[in-house]
């Protein structure tokens, strides 16, 4: 688990491309705002804002990690997350541990 202040720090100095989700309902998240590259930023502080579970999908080849952020508790977990739900909690790989 990291803090959240730390993760979104490393999001804003990396050039990796990520789609926010957002809880919907039932255990399902659903895509936030507009996903190109130049929004993210933005749209990640508005979902912070607006929304108490977010989850951050990486989008390239080498990174296909999730992380859920828990603003409440200013937290970040890594999860496996599929299809717009989140499976399991997992642990943090040394490829997260670069990213998160």
């Known amino acids: 688990m990291r803090h959240i202040a730390d993760f979104i720090e490393q999001l804003e100095r990396g050039d990796d ?3 926010i989700w957002v809880y919907s309902s039932k255990g399902h998240y659903s895509q936030f705002g507009n ?3 130049k929004q993210h930023k933005p749209n990640l502080y508005k979902a912070l804002d607006q929304h108490l579970q ?4 990486m989008n390239n080849d080498a990174n296909d990690d999730a992380y859920l952020l828990l603003p409440e508790v ?3 977990v890594p999860v496996a997350f599929r299809e717009g739900q989140v ?8 490829a997260q541990a670069s990213v998160a």
């Open 17 to 19: 491309p990520f789609n």
């Open 35 to 37: 996903q190109g590259n």
């Open 54 to 57: 977010i989850v951050v999908k």
């Open 74 to 76: 200013h937290a970040v």
């Open 87 to 94: 499976h399991s909690l997992t642990r943090p790989t040394a």
